[in-house]
């Protein structure tokens, strides 16, 4: 009889994500508890998905984090809820996640390469432009949505990340290699707090004076300045840090993200594409009930 083919794990490949999950770790592990995230964001990040499409629904989350976005998806009351994780988190998501509606599993795995089944809603959030490997990503996302179901992801944006691109980017290359401690406390911290003060100034200044909201809307970054502006310093940090801890990114334009919902399990008259503050892309559809030979 022919021997099954052995899982990567099992032939001793490392998955090619795993410096990034343990990087990753480093940042969930040494955050505040709870969800980092309000329920406003959450509400923001999945739109067009309502919490009426995941009650009574199956729903997996691709790349958890510590559970911030699981949190939120247990309190829309879902019939099951399954987060996937590369790094090593399970512990702090479990504590975030204690007293929720509906205990979710944690599986953790490589989510290119797990299989959890198929669900009515699959999503995954701020993973795949960290992955060696988004195509595989977004497959596995497909491949966790059941016929008829429904996906959504969200993903870096090359349009309105100039800036970023320029600045964040190369130094991102240089921290992500230093102990993390460091990269958290001697470099995000001071290399975040002139951003912070200027979101929170120019917020300001355009409330009392809203003739000045013409020009700040010419700045870049603006719409997600606007975004941002509104959470504490630690949001910031905790994201700064994120930006520049990880060892991969990338940033996708438009055209890439359509290029992924081309795949013909996709029902064309579903797709979306939905920039989000200015430098980002929201995007799904739902998955063909059948798939035509
Ligand atoms: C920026 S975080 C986003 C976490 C969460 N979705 C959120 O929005 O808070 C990206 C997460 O993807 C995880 N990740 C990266 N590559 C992965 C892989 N191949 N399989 C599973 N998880 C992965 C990282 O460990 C990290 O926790």
Redesign the pocket.
């Known amino acids: 009889m022919k021997k099954a083919a052995a899982k990567p794990a099992e032939r001793g490949i490392r998955?090619?994500?795993?410096s990034?999950?343990?990087?990753?770790?480093s940042?969930?592990n040494n955050v505040r508890p709870g969800s980092?995230?309000t329920e406003v964001q959450f509400l923001d990040?999945m739109s067009p998905l309502r919490p009426q499409d995941l009650k009574d629904a199956s729903v997996i989350?691709?790349?958890?984090?510590?559970?911030?976005?699981l949190v939120h998806s247990a309190a829309c009351a879902p019939s099951r809820l399954v987060g996937?994780?590369?790094?090593d988190?399970q512990q702090v998501a479990r504590a975030n996640l204690a007293g929720s509606r509906i205990e979710p599993e944690l599986v953790r795995?490589?989510?290119?390469?797990?299989d959890a089944g198929r669900f009515d809603v699959a999503?995954?959030?701020?993973?795949l432009h960290?992955?060696?490997e988004p195509e595989r990503?977004f497959a596995?996302l497909l491949r966790h949505t059941r016929p008829g179901g429904r996906f959504h992801a969200?993903v870096y944006g090359r349009e309105g990340n100039g800036l970023v691109i320029a600045l964040v980017d190369p130094l991102r290359k240089i921290a992500s290699k230093l102990p993390w401690w460091f990269t958290k406390y001697l470099i995000a911290a001071p290399a975040v707090l002139p951003y912070f003060l200027w979101a929170r100034l120019s917020e300001d200044a355009a409330a009392r004076w809203p003739g000045l909201r013409r020009s700040l809307s010419r700045l870049p970054l603006y719409d997600y300045t606007r975004w941002i502006a509104v959470r504490e310093f630690w949001f910031f940090h905790h994201v700064a840090f994120?930006q520049l801890v990880?060892p991969?990114t990338r940033y996708f334009s438009e055209a890439e993200v359509r290029q992924f919902l081309m795949d013909p399990e996709i029902d064309p008259a579903s797709i979306y594409v939905v920039p989000r503050n200015g430098n980002s892309w929201k995007f799904g559809g739902r998955k063909r009930s059948e798939v035509s030979a």
Do not use: M, R
């Open positions: 998955p090619p994500d795993k990034t999950a343990s990087a990753f770790a940042s969930w980092v995230y990040w989350e691709l790349g958890y984090g510590n559970g911030s976005l996937v994780e590369l790094g988190t795995g490589d989510l290119c390469e797990v999503y995954c959030i701020g993973v960290h992955l060696k990503g596995a969200w994120d990880t991969q």
